[in-house]
């Protein structure tokens, strides 16, 4: 893995302005960024940093792509906030692709590699009741990112694992559809409601290992952060959990793997905590 590869994601500096956040990713020496095409997500931390495209006008089109530019790699997280592409509800259905369409339209305009969006069953439903819905919904994201030439990646989910994410990246079969790793949601996903013992624990850095080989050249995208073992707490600092950061960096460059790593956190200490993370992610990289 190289520096440049090493990006911050918007989402780890609630309370900041766009404009502030992406300044902050610099000041804080990371080459590469991902921003959020939302506005007024949350966390327990407070306002997320984004932006909705489809509400721009020219003038705010050119801020955001203004907040970026430089940057090595830039990165674009959708909408997930009450959205369910898999929902149901023919309605609901209709807008959340609506809005997530619109968020890859802004891919070319800020030069992004990937946009991610999530893709999951909707509440008390499972993957295999859901499946047709699920192939639909990633087959018509991907219909729509084709015509602005954009790449768009599911995210991993505690919902699906990491086998039927790949049968069903399979199954829709886009050239332009990939995954997006996040290996908080493979650890939740993995461990479910067990306790972390050191066979639990080892199992989650397994599993996170072997999903970059499952995946494969699918893998566009890279969350990363740690993961406490108290209630599998995700989304903390790069190295203070339980996570084989040298194994994971390994099986990605193993991999081939040449895309942006990010660097997604929720810590109140939220410019220290992504300068220690830059700080130990470095450790492992190349050049």
């Not at 790699?73 to 692709?97: G, K, M, N």
């Not at 995208?221 to 903390?236: A, K, Q, T």
């Not at 220690?276 to 470095?282: C, D, G, I, P």
């Amino acid at each position: 893995m190289k520096k440049t590869q090493i990006s911050a994601s918007t989402s780890s500096l609630a309370g900041y302005s766009l404009k502030d956040a992406t300044e902050t990713i610099r000041r804080l020496g990371f080459a590469s960024a991902g921003v959020l095409g939302q506005v007024d997500s949350r966390n327990a931390l407070g306002v997320l940093p984004g932006y909705a495209w489809h509400y721009l006008e020219a003038n705010g089109m050119n801020a955001v792509r203004d907040t970026v530019s430089g940057f090595e790699i830039v990165t674009i997280h959708a909408p997930y906030e009450d959205l369910q592409l898999a929902s149901y509800s023919p309605d609901i259905r209709s807008l959340s692709q609506i809005i997530i369409q619109k968020s890859t339209e802004a891919a070319p305009y800020l030069h992004a590699a990937n946009v991610t969006f999530h893709l999951e069953p909707p509440r008390y439903f499972d993957v295999a009741s859901t499946w047709d819905l699920l192939m639909a919904a990633g087959r018509e994201v991907a219909r729509y990112a084709k015509i602005f030439a954009v790449r768009v990646a599911v995210e991993t989910s505690p919902l699906v694992s990491t086998d039927l994410l790949v049968r069903l990246l399979d199954e829709i079969d886009a050239p332009n559809l990939g995954a997006t790793l996040d290996v908080g949601a493979v650890a939740r996903c993995t461990a479910a409601e067990r306790s972390a013992t050191p066979e639990v624990i080892e199992q989650v850095n397994q599993a996170i290992v072997a999903s970059v080989a499952q995946l494969g050249e699918r893998l566009r995208h890279v969350h990363l952060h740690d993961v406490m073992p108290e209630g599998w707490c995700d989304h903390r600092a790069i190295g203070t959990g339980i996570l084989d950061f040298a194994r994971i960096v390994s099986a990605l460059d193993a991999a081939g793997y040449s895309g942006a790593v990010e660097i997604e956190l929720e810590e109140e200490e939220r410019e220290e905590a992504l300068w220690n993370s830059r700080l130990a992610l470095e450790h492992y990289t190349t050049g």
